[in-house]
């Protein structure tokens, strides 16, 4: 089973309205955390938010927020009044506990994000 | 400017032709790590080093080596590179311990092997 499930193939949006991006997760540890990243067409990759497995409170940071469901394991991206530099491919990805001393992120595939004017 | 260098960004080589990319951090990070992106397949962890002179495999080591000589310097060797691994490669640092610690990625590589 995929650790990391991203399914939308392809999201448009207008711009200053907002949008959410999926992501699920597939872990037994109960530590763990779960990150966003943004990657623009010029190829780097842009930490956005985190959100940690014990956290009872959503995480924002700016236009980003993180609407963690636990008990679904859930973690969507919802960006608000959206921007056509938000145009991008977005990655959902986990670092669990078993890792241990390994700092591996998992990464879902990923979705494309397309701002409209 | 805390940042992780990677060179070069581009390369296009030819297959058997060993090659080396570089990468730098300047955080004093104990961690650092590979990943390879290919379509569809997100990012993929190649190798990990906790430390100076500690490493080991990620998840598709096969192809690749690396070294820790430094703490700042993690390169990746292809010793034989082959068309399968045309990608973009990520170098990326942390700091240990915690969850929630950002992993900062480098720039990307482009390889092509023809």
């Known amino acids: 089973a995929q650790k990391i499930t991203q399914t939308q193939p392809g999201m448009f949006v207008q711009e200053k309205e907002a949008v959410t991006l999926d992501c699920t997760y597939d872990?037994?540890?109960?530590?763990?955390?779960l990150f966003w990243y943004k990657q623009p067409s010029s190829g780097e990759m842009i930490f956005l938010i985190y959100q940690g497995s014990y956290d009872e409170q959503n995480a924002t940071e700016g236009r980003y927020s993180l609407n963690f469901q636990k008990a679904r394991k859930s973690a969507n991206l919802v960006i608000s009044a959206s921007q056509l530099g938000d145009s991008a491919m977005y990655f959902c990805?986990?670092?669990?506990?078993?890792?241990?001393?390994?700092?591996?992120?998992?990464f879902g595939k990923g979705i494309t994000l397309s701002v409209r004017p | 400017e805390a940042q992780v260098t990677q060179n070069p960004r581009y390369l296009i080589t030819v297959t058997g032709k060993k090659l080396t990319v570089t990468c730098s951090q300047n955080m004093n990070h104990e961690y650092m790590s590979w990943y390879r992106q290919d379509p569809g397949l997100g990012l993929r962890q190649i190798y990990y080093?906790?430390?100076?002179?500690?490493?080991d495999k990620g998840d598709v080591p096969e192809g690749y080596k690396v070294s820790r000589k430094e703490k700042r310097n993690f390169p990746l060797i292809l010793e034989s590179p082959s068309p399968n691994q045309t990608s973009l490669y990520f170098c990326?640092?942390?700091?240990?311990?915690?969850?929630?610690?950002?992993?900062?990625f480098g720039p990307g590589t482009r390889l092509t092997v023809l």
């Open positions: 080093s906790m430390n100076v002179e500690v490493t």
């Open positions: 872990t037994s540890d109960q530590s763990y955390g």
């Open positions: 990805a986990m670092r669990e506990f078993r890792t241990g001393a390994n700092s591996k992120l998992t």
């Open positions: 990326a640092s942390t700091q240990t311990g915690g969850y929630g610690n950002e992993q900062f």
